[in-house]
């Protein structure tokens, strides 16, 4: 039996995916990890909003996603999603919520866009499962592309100011003659008629009217989210890289939940072939899956592929073998950065508790994104055997798409 042949997208860098993206935030987030050199995202699995925005900060440098569950945020409140952006805009990374929708079209319609979280507002990814049907997919897309007309019309009021005068008969005339014009009469009346027999005439007055119309306008669908603080707010100044990028476009996509990590799942292969086939009819809104390896396999194909269950051994001990797997106790089981990206496809490893319980979360990003990128530039071609970790610094990566930092 001949071998099968990988996918053109195993083999391609992220920044020539990112050329063949029609979805502009897709586009976007390809572009972001070949420029800032990860394809790490960390899962935010803490319980307040001061948890969430110190991890953001401690991580934010070596990610290119925070994925977040909002609904585990004890305090959260419209600040709370405030704050998380800023982070984003200053530190150059994506927001995943992991929401993991699954219900009629009404009801994930208002749960994306109302009640306490309005994730729709802040959350450039977010997630569902396909077993309500192929509507969730639709019902999401709408209320997305709601949110998305909702900030590319601006009101242009116009006021326009006009005066004229009436006359005695309740006629309009230029008001060129003078308002104080005798009207003829004497003291016996009109024409020596008696005065009771014809009603005193009212004398001429100037109206002002003022005409108020309102249109909308349509913006460029593509520009930096509204919500995000001017860079002039921002303590520092955004690294390279988002000068050249800058921030991410108003367009929302959806992850299809496909496979699982835990042991027992019922996401088997016809229902995972199910959400291939539905992502392909809804391109312009899903993105990509969560899944444990690439889902690749049409000509057209070139999905995002999340991958979940990822750890690595304490740094004090030797890494096991790519395909080692360890568990939690709880039915999870994890695999290294290596086999996941190297191995399995995967284009984004998700880090829990790997990164949120050690005793230097920043250190341990770093660790795990520099595990993660190398196995991505082994199966691409690009790092030589034995190389090390390339300097990140300013400056560093802008040359890929052959352009300078904006204002450079």
Known sequence: MAATTPHPTLSQPYEVRANAQAHPLARYLLQLMALKETNLCVSADVRTAAA????????????????????????????????????????????????????????????????????????????AHIFPGPSIITALKAAAAQHLESHNRCVVTEITAAGRTSSPA???????????????????????????????????????????????????????????PPATFLHTPPPPFLQLLG????????????????????????????????????????VGFISQGSLNTAATDDFLVFTPGVGLPPPEHDEPAPQARKTDGLGQNYRTPRHVVLECGADIVIVGRGILD?????????????????????RVGKRIE???????????????FGGEPKGA
């Not at 496979?259 to 539905?278: F, H, I």
């Open 170 to 228: 309740g006629g309009e005339d230029s008001g060129d003659e003078d308002e104080e014009e005798e009207d003829g009469r004497d003291d016996e009346g009109v024409g020596g008629e008696a005065e009771e027999d014809y009603p005193r005439a009212r004398k001429r007055s100037i109206i002002s009217t003022t005409v108020i119309s309102t249109t909308t306008e349509l913006l460029d669908p593509h520009r930096g989210t509204p919500s995000f």
């Open 52 to 127: 969430l925005l110190a991890l953001a900060e401690q991580v934010g440098d070596s990610i290119c996603v925070l994925k977040t569950h909002c609904d585990m945020i004890e305090d959260w409140n419209d600040e709370t999603a405030l704050s998380m952006r800023e982070v984003a805009l200053r530190k150059g990374f994506c927001i995943f919520e992991d929401r993991k929708f699954g219900d009629i079209g009404s009801t994930v319609q208002k749960q994306y866009t109302s009640g306490p979280f309005k994730i729709v507002r802040w959350a450039n990814l977010t997630n």
């Open 358 to 378: 050690a005793a230097d979360r920043a250190g341990e990003a770093e660790r795990y994104r520099k595990q993660a990128w190398g196995a991505y530039e082994e």
């Open 386 to 400: 034995g190389e090390g970790d390339r300097d990140r610094g300013v400056g560093g990566g802008l040359g890929i």
């Open 247 to 286: 921030p991410p476009p108003l367009e929302r996509a959806l992850l299809l939940l496909a496979q699982m990590s835990s042991e027992g799942n019922l996401m088997d292969k016809p229902y995972t072939a199910k959400c291939v086939e539905l992502a392909r009819q809804e391109r312009g809104f899903v």
